[in-house]
């Protein structure tokens, strides 16, 4: 199963299931909603269905519309968890198309519809992500794999979920708390990203062929998974401040007008003279940032050594990754499928 392959079986898995949903929705006001999910769907890397897949694969599942159905599942989830992001960082752009809140403010906007518009773009946008993950849910369930593996996993299915609601609630804390750690960063990191990006869809996977938990699947989920979405968290907080804006989507130095207190930001002010430590506290979150500023944080950050350790830290936490990986006793095949994707989710450059 090459990466483009199974793309191609996740994509086919996700357009006959919200294919499937559309005679609910066949109210005409309602198309705006359907389209918005489709568009949605329609970009992102499928890096966690091929985390499920692989772990699947690992543990002696076969290929079969199950385990893509399963796996698929993962992206609707993921579109949910967008969706609201956006509207808690207030982000004009998503994958360089308008945010979801953004797009129906534009169509309340654009049709002179009573009321605050901005409002109704937000609150359209929750409604959205509430249907996605109800969609996530419904898809994994509906998913046609053997009952026995899917109630082996559903309580993980279930942790999963809660931890990322869980993480999106710590990251909100985090930017009131204002000033933070890495260690309080790498918290939020791990809980609203680096586990249901990486640890838990691998432990799905692993946990729906085997049909349980075996020791060594903890150790593998833990001591590769784990390392792998800290180190997708850190590239993600690199791009989100250097990131080339045709390549992410999202204008250059988004986080940094979003005030986000990630773990780059916590290594650049724990190194940071005072002087430059004031400029980065008075200039992260001002929505008003422009190209200088962005500039000007940029340099602070790399002047600090900041860049560069977390460049040390992916190196870092990929080789014990793979080193941990090279252990287990998985599938030859799944074994290189996760080495390259390992490597291709901590490399990434959107």
């Known amino acids: 199963m090459t990466t483009d392959a199974l793309r191609q079986q996740v994509d086919r898995s996700l357009r006959q299931f919200v294919g499937r949903q559309e005679p609910a929705l066949g109210d005409p006001d309602l198309e705006p909603l359907l389209a918005a999910a489709n568009d949605l769907l329609s970009g992102g890397k499928r890096l966690r269905p091929a985390f499920c897949y692989w772990g699947w694969r690992g543990a002696g599942g076969e290929d079969g519309p ?28 998503r994958r360089g198309m308008p945010s979801a809140h953004r797009r129906f403010q534009a169509l309340h906007e654009k049709a002179g519809w009573h009321g605050a518009a901005e409002q109704f773009g937000e609150g359209a946008a929750i409604l959205l992500g509430n249907l996605l993950l109800i969609w996530s849910g ?57 586990k249901y990006s990486v640890e838990q869809p691998l432990r799905l996977g692993l946990v729906l062929a085997a049909r349980g938990t075996e020791p060594w699947i903890d150790e593998l989920c833990v001591e590769y998974g784990r390392r792998v979405g800290i180190a997708f968290q850190l590239r993600d907080d690199i791009l989100g401040v250097f990131g080339d804006p045709a390549q992410t989507g999202k204008p250059a130095g988004d986080d940094l007008r979003e005030g986000k207190r990630t773990m780059l930001v916590a290594k650049t002010l724990a190194a940071a003279t005072s002087d430059d430590a004031q400029i980065v506290r008075r ?33 870092s936490y990929l080789d014990e990754a793979l080193a941990a990986l090279a252990r287990a006793p998985i599938t ?3 074994r290189a499928a ?9 490399s990434r450059q959107s």
């Open 338 to 346: 996760l080495d390259d994707l390992a490597v291709a989710a901590t």
């Open 283 to 315: 200039l992260l979150g001002d929505p008003a940032l422009d190209e200088q500023g962005v500039a000007t944080l940029r340099g602070i950050i790399n002047d600090t050594g900041a860049l560069q350790e977390c460049e040390d830290l992916i190196a």
């Open 138 to 194: 419904e898809m994994w369930r509906t998913s046609a794999l053997p009952p026995e593996s899917l109630a082996a996993a559903q309580p993980l299915h279930d942790h999963m979920r809660t931890e990322l609601m869980c993480g999106q609630y710590l990251d909100l804390l985090e930017q009131a708390h204002g000033e933070n750690s890495f260690d309080s960063a790498l918290r939020v990191a791990l809980y609203k990203s680096g």
């Open 66 to 93: 199950g385990i893509f159905a399963a796996a698929a599942s993962l992206e609707l989830l993921q579109a949910s968890a967008l969706v609201h992001d956006d509207v808690m960082d207030k982000s004009d752009l």
């Open 332 to 334: 030859e095949e799944a």
